[in-house]
């Protein structure tokens, strides 16, 4: 499973660290990623991260976002800086093997608040 953490609520231009850690999974071989959603709206991606440490980002945090990930911890970690209120939305981190044997777990979401 995996347990995510490290929302909260700053204001705007402030930084958070997010961080997910995987438990029960003992492969590192497999991509990363975070998601966030707000009510009303789809899921969507915001930065993921391959197995071989190729990272990739939404446009909208592109310079300012940081995804990051602790093979030995089996953890992925979400620096988000200079944030702004519509970063604001519940984070999901993902892990996601797309070879066999195939599976997809996600975390249970974090809060993540951000005021003007």
């Known amino acids: 499973q995996l347990q995510a953490s490290g929302g909260g609520s700053v204001q705007a231009g402030g930084s958070l660290r997010l961080s997910c850690a995987a438990s029960g999974i003992t492969s590192i071989s497999h991509h990363m990623g975070w998601y966030r959603q707000v009510p009303g709206k789809q899921r969507e991606s915001v930065a993921r991260i391959s197995s071989g440490g190729s990272a990739n980002y939404a ?18 970690y979400l620096q988000m800086n200079s944030l702004k209120p519509e970063d604001t939305a519940v984070y999901y981190c993902n892990i996601r093997r797309l070879w066999p044997p195939q599976y997809e777990y996600w975390g249970q979401g974090t809060q993540v608040t951000v005021s003007s």
């Open 59 to 76: 446009d909208s945090v592109e310079g300012r976002f940081t995804i990051s990930r602790d093979n030995a911890a089996n953890t992925v």
